[in-house]
Structure formats: C-alpha cells, structure tokens
C-alpha cells in the first residue's frame, strides 16, 4: 500500500490572503509521511467524531469509507501539501476558500485548533512519484498555468526549478491581494491575472495567455516563444495545467496547437464549476 490515512488535528489557521486560508495540522502519524513535493496529490475526509472513532485504521480505509451510506459518507476532497516539516509532525495545507458551498472550503473558513480529520496520503512504502502529475523529464523550457487552487502546486514546482531551466507562469486568482511570492532558481516570468468579478474562472487568463501568444516580443521584453510553440530539440519544453475543469479543457486544446500534448503535456482538472466533488 502506498497511501495511507493520518489522524490529523488542525493546529494553526493563518489568513494567508483574501482567498487562501492555511491550515496546519500535526500527527505523530505524520513522522510516517513520505511526501514527494509538488503537485502530489492528497486527500482530505472530512470525518465526524463518531466516524472517525470507527474507522479501520489498519485496515482497507477506503471499502470502510465507500461502504458508508450516501447521507452520511464525510466528504473526501484532493489538496496538495504546501509544506511538510517532519521534525515536529506537520503539514500546511493552502485553501482556496471559497464561501461554504463547499464542506471542505466551510471547514477550512471556520476550522479552529483540535478539530480532527482524516488525511490519506503517501506513506514510508510509497514511490516518491506516486500520486505525481508534474513530469517534466529532461525539459527546461517549462509553462505552468493554473487557478487559485493550482497556486500550492506552481509554488511547490517553481521552489525545485534549476537556474538552467525558464518557466513561464500564468495564474489567474481572484483578488489582486492573493498575488504572492513565488520563489524559484530557474529563470521565471510570472503573469498574475486578477478575475474580474462574477466572471467565470479563466476568461482573463485565456485573453491574456492567447493575446501574448500573437504579439511579438517588444525590445528589452522576453521572447514570449514560450506561449507559441513547443520547439526545440524533442523533449525539451513542456507544460502543465491545472484547475477548473472546463478551463482546463479549452487551455488543452489551444496548447495542442502549439505541440503541447501526450508526454511533454500535463493537464489536471481540480474541480468542476457548479458541481461537488465526488472525492
Ligand atoms: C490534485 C488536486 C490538488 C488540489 N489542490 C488544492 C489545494 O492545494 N488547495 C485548494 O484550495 N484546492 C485544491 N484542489 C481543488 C479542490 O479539491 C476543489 O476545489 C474541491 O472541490 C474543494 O472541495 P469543497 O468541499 O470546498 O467543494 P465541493 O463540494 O467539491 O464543491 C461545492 C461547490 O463549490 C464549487 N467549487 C469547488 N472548488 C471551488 C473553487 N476553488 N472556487 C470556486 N468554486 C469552487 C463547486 O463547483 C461546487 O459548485 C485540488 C484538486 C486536485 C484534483
């Protein structure tokens, strides 16, 4: 096996923004964790007390979880780890709050310090790249796009980037105070993109990505060759994409036209607009 579950409490809750509450939580479970960075997917169950004094805990959690009954089977949802620090047992996980549509983003908005929760990731038997969608091989020119929910992942990407890689970064949030530090090595031109308000998520990110797309690069402005094609020598450029899923889906399209797609191509739809994820 190689995810398994952590009892885990909330330990902090830190405004990071005004979309992005971080949470961290602590576990003696977690000197166990065997987290891979990046974009390495995690799952949280929102369990109530009763529930998660019953769970298996060595045993097959997710038949336990499945056969629960529909109304009372807690909400299982994807996140990525934005920090682990084994020596004291904690994770941070960033949260795209948004408003309590959602059980997760509910929970995230009110959590206070001992609520507990169940988390289900990769543990001391787990390949590093499990559950990994970030696969850039030997590439160094490098795109990342994504919404709020993909910005823990970018910050993880661009913190292992090298100085002899370029990555070009394209973020649509939505508040112009979400924009933030994202610290790398490698040569990276960040466009932040603030949605306008009740716009749909992607609209400015699409405009801007396909606007740069067609220009030509200004004197003393980067090349912006990125956008345009994946050239160079066979393997050397690649891109991932995460977030809405519908977004996802056109951004694949229009990258395809530019030779992003099968291995140099990564695209990941986070969630659905106007529909809860199924876990
Ligand atoms: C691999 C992976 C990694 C992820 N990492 C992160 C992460 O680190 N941080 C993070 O915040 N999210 C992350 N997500 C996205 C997160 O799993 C979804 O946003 C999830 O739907 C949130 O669950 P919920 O219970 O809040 O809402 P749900 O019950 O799933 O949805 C309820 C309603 O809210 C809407 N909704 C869901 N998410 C959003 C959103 N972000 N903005 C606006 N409306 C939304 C849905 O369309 C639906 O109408 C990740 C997803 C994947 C697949």
Request: charged residues 25%; aromatic residues 8%; proline residues 8%.
């Amino acid at each position: 096996m190689s995810y398994r579950l952590f009892f885990v409490s909330v330990l902090r809750s830190e405004r990071l923004s005004p979309t992005f509450r971080r949470l961290t939580f602590g576990s003696p479970d977690l000197a166990e964790l065997a987290w891979g960075g990046v974009d390495q997917r995690v799952k949280l169950v929102l369990a109530a007390p009763d529930q998660l004094a019953a769970v298996p805990a060595d045993g097959d959690w997710f038949e336990w979880w499945r056969a629960l009954p529909d109304e009372v089977r807690p909400p299982m949802r994807t996140y990525t780890i934005a920090a682990h620090r084994p020596e004291v047992c904690e994770v941070d996980i960033d949260f795209a709050v948004h408003g309590d549509s959602g059980p997760l983003s509910g929970f995230a908005a009110g959590a206070e310090s001992g609520d507990r929760l169940l988390l289900v990731a990769p543990g001391p038997d787990a390949a590093p790249d499990v559950g990994v969608a970030w696969r850039p091989a030997a590439a160094r020119r490098l795109l990342c796009i994504g919404d709020e929910t993909a910005l823990p992942a970018i910050r993880n990407i661009l913190g292992t980037l090298s100085a002899d890689q370029t990555c070009d970064v394209l973020i649509e949030v939505p508040d112009a105070f979400d924009v933030t530090e994202l610290p790398s090595a490698a040569q990276v031109r960040i466009d932040w993109v603030v949605r306008r308000a009740g716009e749909p998520v992607g609209v400015r990110a699409e405009e801007v990505m396909f606007s740069r797309a067609t220009s030509p690069s200004s004197p003393g402005e980067p090349d912006p060759d990125l956008w345009q094609e994946a050239t160079g020598t066979a393997g050397d450029s690649y891109a991932w994409v995460a977030g809405e899923v519908a977004w996802v889906n056109r951004v694949r399209k229009r990258l395809a036209t530019r030779g992003y797609s099968g291995v140099n191509a990564s695209f990941m739809g986070y969630w659905r607009a106007g529909q809860p994820s199924r876990g």
